[in-house]
């Protein structure tokens, strides 16, 4: 026994067991997280319970089972619940989702066991997702089309292919939106910060402001045609109702405006659930978000913290480079080379709130003020540079994050013989052609992995975005059709501030719980995705330029 603690197999097989523990920990927490977040998808079952008030009085409920636990009955007897019979020391009760939102107040409701009279799962419960105010479950009675309500005996065909034409016409309306009148006002606005500018450099000549009027009046008549366009299909869209028979057993009229699908959850086969999910995840993933962000999908919120994380790593990769160059190859050894290392290596170790603060003083009002005071004095006091905005952000991580890619450069140059570099410019070259055709492309797989520990920070990091450009909900994407094409100065979604705001700002807190999961994972499967790129951009440089080494 004592050689065999002397050989120093404990420690391997205690170090080696450390680590599997620690990857199983990781990997029950994203199983956690995705089972938690994607079941969301999952189409449940529509109950209808006939239910009995403490006050003796039937009603009738309609939902689908969210939640059950079991309580102490004590604890009910003294919240002063009163039971019939004899009952068990605990109760079962169940969180019922019943939506219908605008009628019925909060959309979830705590029920109990002892309450319910009868429970049963009609095939016709329809669930109507809607733009606002949450889900709908009813039995759907008549369409009304055009003012005039209609009976047919096939009317969940009917439901369907109305909902199909409002869809498509809001579509159409919304790319009318986004697209030409959104192209529409840019310009306008354009035009009249042109006018102003020439305003301030007492340049408005006679000729120059007939230019802008009559480029205004062109613009105002296509806006003209276009807006009657759009308010043409925003009316066919809204020109037809549903007729709901709800749980209070009255019927209620929907606008088809404002319905985006309809689903018989009940009838639903495996396969059938199974395809529902998929579509399910695809909404989430590709629609705009609603309703306070706990409802529709986060894809502003993915395109935000891809297209932020891409731009902080062409900012800090070269900067990263070119210092840890500058540190390992040119400077000379002593107490100021020391001391940057060191203050590099510290960086690491400061609070990310910190840059934020830093990022909001020096980029967004210090710099970003300036900017607008010299190239865009026109459009002052209204800020264009001199707010929080993807620039701004990409820059404050860049430099977040600046440490880990010198210290990870370094480290790569330092592994690189000496005797590569003396053979080098033995044969003739310059030290910056050995640098750029030798040492740099022997240093990469250490620069990409450099690269990598950066995205992997800055992907999760929220507390600085929120001080230099990331909003709750952004109106338009930093891409887009209009010249620049690529607004940098725009303010931005990101994916890590949408699970805060999700959950812990949601005025309905357990309609946001299951989104804050599926976001959560949405989060690790982009930061898990952009590393994997990275890696393997790593491993084919490693392949490329191995013949270096030898």
Known sequence: MGKWFKSGSPWIWMTSGAVSVCLIAVLGLLLLIAWRGLSYFWPADIYQWEMKSQQGERYTLIGEVYDKEEVPTERLIAAGHKFESEVGENITRYLVKTGNREFVGLDFRWILATDIISRSKPNDIAVIERSKNGDFYGYPVAIIEDGKRSTSQNIEADFESHIDRAVELNDQALDLQKGVIGSINYELENLRLKSRRYELDNALTDTRKAEIDAARAKLNAEYQVVEKEFFALKTAAGRDAVVIRDMRGEEVTLKLDSILDVTYANRLGVMGKIGHWFIGVGKFVSDDPREANTEGGVFPAIFGTVFMVMLMAVIVTPFGVIAAIYLHEYAKKGPVTKMIRIAVINLAGVPSIVYGVFGLGFFVYMFGGTLDQLFYPEALPAPTFGSPGVIWSALTLAILTLPVVIVSTEEGLSRIPSSVRQGSLALGATKAETLWRIIIPMASPAIMTGLILAVARAAGEVAPLMLVGVVKLAPTLPIDMNFPFVHLE???????????????????????????????????????????????VRNHLREKYRSLEH
């Open 490 to 536: 725009r303010k931005f979604m990101h994916l890590g501030f949408h699970i805060y705001d999700v959950g812990f700002q949601s005025p309905n807190v357990e309609a946001a719980r299951p989104l804050v999961y599926a976001t959560s994972f949405l989060l690790v499967s982009v930061i898990v995705a952009l590393n994997l790129t990275a890696i393997a």
